[in-house]
Antibody, heavy 119, light 108 residues
Framework: EVQLVESGGGLVKPGGSLRLSCAAS????????MKWVRQAPGKGPEWVSS????????YYADSVKGRFTISRDNAKNSLYLQMNSLRAEDTAVYYC????????????WGQGTMVTVSS | EIVLTQSPATLSLSPGERATLSCRTS??????LAWYQQKPGQAPRLLIY???NRATGIPDRFSGSGSGTDFTLTISSLEPEDFAVYYC??????????FGQGTKLEIK
């Protein structure tokens, strides 16, 4: 069964750091473009970052550029999001997602992990 | 950045009725639009891709249409499980991928 499972969320103070993980099963993560998408309470989803298959080119939303780093570990079939200099506005549920089929859309999502930035 | 505007913000209908949700983009995106359904406490679920194609396992009461800047999601006859929030999303011009602000479909 194809599945994505996020972990690593929690409560962190402004200026702090957190590392999110996304474990993939049922497919080889490095063969697909992977994304992080977040959703603040009561808001719509917001794309955060992508890493392409193969070469692993990375892209970031302007709101997180210079603070967040996306990476993957092929041996562990896992995706990561290192989040530094966290702000209150980074508070959200963070999902990893991917496009496994010809849809060109986000057709597989994890269950999400909550990140709360508060003093 | 392409901005997606969904209307209405809230749609109140009864089971069995027809629902029509709109998504307008700030510039032309051809047919590169997807629709997602989200229920409380769950991740979004892909319904429609490339404007009019149903994703795997999606009932045929869901249909999508449109191209350019104007798109529509139609639910032909509402079932109780269809009451949720719906989002549109474009992939034409990324980064960034962008989503609409959502339409909440509630029971009247």
């Amino acid at each position: 069964e194809v599945q994505l499972v996020e972990s690593g969320g929690g409560l962190v103070k402004p200026g702090g750091s957190l590392r999110l993980s996304c474990a993939a099963s049922g497919f080889t993560l490095s063969s697909y473009s992977m994304k992080w998408v977040r959703q603040a309470p009561g808001k719509g989803p917001e794309w955060v970052s992508s890493i392409t298959s193969g070469s692993g080119t990375v892209y970031y939303a302007d709101s997180v550029k210079g603070r967040f780093t996306i990476s993957r570990d092929n041996a562990k079939n896992s995706l990561y999001l290192q989040m530094n200099s966290l702000r209150a506005e980074d508070t959200a549920v963070y999902y990893c997602a991917t496009t496994l089929t010809v849809t060109n859309a986000f057709d597989i999502w994890g269950q999400g992990t909550m990140v709360t930035v508060s003093s | 950045e392409i901005v997606l505007t969904q209307s209405p913000a809230t749609l109140s209908l009864s089971p069995g009725e027809r629902a029509t949700l709109s998504c307008r983009t700030s510039q032309s995106i051809s047919s590169n639009l997807a629709w997602y359904q989200q229920k409380p406490g769950q991740a979004p679920r892909l319904l429609i891709y490339e404007s009019s194609n149903r994703a795997t396992g999606i009932p045929d009461r869901f249909s999508g249409s449109g191209s350019g800047t104007d798109f529509t999601l139609t639910i032909s006859s509402l079932e109780p499980e269809d009451f949720a929030v719906y989002y549109c999303q474009q992939r034409r011009n990324w980064p960034p991928y962008t989503f609409g602000q959502g339409t909440k479909l509630e029971i009247k």
